[in-house]
C-alpha cells in the first residue's frame, strides 16, 4: 500500500463543495481531519457558471448554513450580484441566488480550510481505498503515499476517469483542464460498488470587451441584496450586472447543420447527461419547434473579463461554437476564451448507500456529491456536510445522522438517490419535495438550527438569535389575532389595494390574510405595532397569510412519521417473506431500507407489499 505518511481520523479526497464542507464538519466536530485532492490550488472550484443558489438549490444552501455548514458564508463573503427567484409567486418557491467572484470564492474556502483546527491538506491523487478486516484503514495515494484513516469520504465530484469532449477532439482530463483521477474507480469497483457512466459539460467563455451590451436585456440584483447566512453581519453589494439575450433561427441553423459533428450525436459520448440543464444542440432538437432559446451573460469576477454564457452548453467543434455564438444579439464580434465542451465520468450507484451517506457493505466508507449521481455545486455541498459529520460520528461510535424528507430539502435529496436511484445527473428542484410549503428558505435556521447546535455544528448563538425571533414571530401574531380595527383610514388603506371594503371592525390578522394587503400597509390603522426586523415581520405575515395550507402539511408530515418511526431490523430476511412479490423481496433486500416509510419510497415495491411487510412485522413483534 506505500509508505506510512500520515493519520487522521477521517480521510476526505476531494477538494470541491462536497470535499470542503466534509473536511470541515468532521474537523469542526473534533475529528483529526485529513483533505486530499489532486490540485490545492483548486479547491472550492467553479468549472461551471460561478453561481450559487438557485430555485431549490438556494434553499439547500440555506440548510446548509443552518446546519452549520460554510458555503453560505462563502458565498455572502464573494458575491457580486444576489437575487431572489421567484418573488412573484408563492413564499414556497422564493429561492436566494448570487453571482459569485470565481477567484475570491476558492481563495475564501482555501483560507478557510487552512486555518481550521483539526484539518490538514495534502495534495496527492487518491488511488485506492484500503479495506482489511471488514473495515476502511486507509487510502493509497498514486507515488506511494499512504494515510492511515478510520473513515474515508468520497468526494471525487467529476473526475474518476473523466474525458473532455470538444467536436472530434477528446481527452483525459477534468474539468477546466485539470488531471483526471484514473485509478479510484477500480479500486471501488474491487470493493464491490457498482458505478456507471454520467456526462455534463459547460459553455463558452467570452471575452466582455468584445460583446456590444448596449442591446442587451440588463439583469438587476435585488435592493436590498438578502445573504444566505443566518450569521451574516455586514452589508452586500450588487457590484455587477448580468445580460439577457436569447438565440435565433440563424443560431439553430448552425446547429443542426453541425450535428453530424457533434460526439453527443456521432455516439462518442456514452455517458447519461443531465436532463434539465442539456446542451444547446440537445435544446434545438428536442425542442425543435421552439423559435429561441434563453442566453444568460453572467461575469467570472469583478476583476475578470471572462462572461459565462449560460445556455449554451455544448460539446460541439470550436469553429461551429464561435460561428453559433456570433449569431445571437449582441455577441456578434465575441471573442472565445474558453471553449465549452462536455465531460464524462465515472459515478457510483447512490442505492448502495444509507440515508447517512454511508457504504451499506464497507464499514467506514462515506461518499458524497457528483461521485453519488448529483449535479451542482449545492446538491453537493449538502451532501459533503451530511457525510462529514457521519464519518465524525461513526469513529466515535455514535449513531448516524439522517435528515428526513420533513426536515429539509437536504433529506428529500438523499432520500431521492439513495431509496429511488437515479438514471440521469440529479438535480433538486422544489417540485422534488411535497412538503415544500414547510421547507422554506426563509424558516430553514427555524428547522435545522436545533439540529446543527445538537450535533456541534451551529453555535448557542446562533441557536438563540433563532429561538429570539421566532419568539417574537409568535407574540406578533397573537396580538394580531386579536387586535381590531375599523375606520375610515382603514377604508382608505382598502380602497388603495383594491381590497374589499369592511362594514365593522376586523381584526387585523383577518385583513392579513388577504392576498393584496401585506404586514407593511397596515401600519397607518396599527400605531401600537412593535418594532420588529425584517426576518420578524416576514414570518408574521407567511405563517398568518398561509396558515391553512401549513396546517394541512403538518398534518400529512404528522400521517408519514408513523410510517418512518416504524424501523425495520436489519436482519429481516426479505427473500424467505413469500408473502411478498419476488421483485420487492428483491428490492427490499437490495436496499435493506431502514424505515417502512422508505420501503414504500423503493421503486417496484407496491402498497400491497407495504401490508404484507406490516404484517410481517406484527407476527415479528408478538
Known sequence: MGYLTGAADVVVIGGGHAGIEAALAAARLGRSALLITSNLDSIGNMPCNPSIGGAAKGQLVREIDALGGEMGRAADACGIQFRMLNRGKGPAVHSPRAQEDRADYKQYMKQVLESCPNLSLRQAEAAEIDVRQGRVQGVACVGGAYFQAKAVVVCAGVFLNSRIFIGDYSQQAGPDGLAAACQLTASLEKLGLRTRRFKTGTPARVNARSI?????????????????????????????????????????????????????????????????????????????????????????????????????????????????????????????????????????DPTQLTLGLAARAIPGLFAAGQICGTSGYEEAAAQGLLAGVNAARYVIGQEPLILSRSDGYIGALVDDIVTKGTNEPYRMMTS???????????????????????IGLASQQRLEKMERDYRLAEEEIARLSKKAVSGPVLAQILAQQGSAPVSQGILLADLLRRPEISYASLAAVDPDRPSLSEKVREQVEIQIKYQGYIQRELRQVEEQKRLEERLLPPDLDYLGMNTLRLEARQKLDAMRPRSLGQAARISGVSPSDIGALMIVLSQRGR
Not at 438587476?220 to 436569447?246: A, I, K, R, V
Not at 456578434?332 to 465542451?341: L, N, T
Open 212 to 348: 456590444d451590451f448596449s442591446v442587451l436585456e440588463a439583469q438587476q440584483g435585488d435592493y436590498p441584496p438578502q445573504p444566505f447566512s443566518f450569521g451574516f453581519e455586514g452589508e452586500l453589494f450588487n457590484d455587477s450586472l448580468c445580460w439577457l439575450t436569447y438565440t435565433n433561427a440563424r443560431t439553430h441553423d448552425v446547429i443542426r447543420a453541425a450535428l453530424d459533428r457533434s460526439p453527443l450525436y456521432g455516439g462518442e459520448i456514452q455517458g447519461v447527461g443531465p436532463r434539465y440543464c442539456p446542451s444547446i444542440e440537445d435544446k434545438i432538437v428536442r425542442f425543435s419547434t421552439k423559435e429561441r432559446h434563453q442566453v444568460f451573460i453572467e461575469p467570472c469576477g469583478k476583476n475578470s473579463g471572462e462572461m459565462y454564457l449560460q445556455g449554451l452548453s455544448t460539446s460541439l467543434p470550436e469553429d461551429v461554437q464561435l460561428e453559433f455564438v456570433r449569431t445571437i444579439v449582441g455577441l456578434e464580434q465575441a471573442e472565445i476564451m474558453r471553449p465549452g465542451y462536455a465531460i464524462e465520468y465515472d459515478c457510483l
Open 432 to 454: 422534488r419535495s411535497e412538503y415544500r410549503l414547510l421547507l422554506r428558505q426563509d424558516n430553514a435556521d427555524y428547522r435545522l438550527t436545533p439540529i446543527g447546535r445538537q
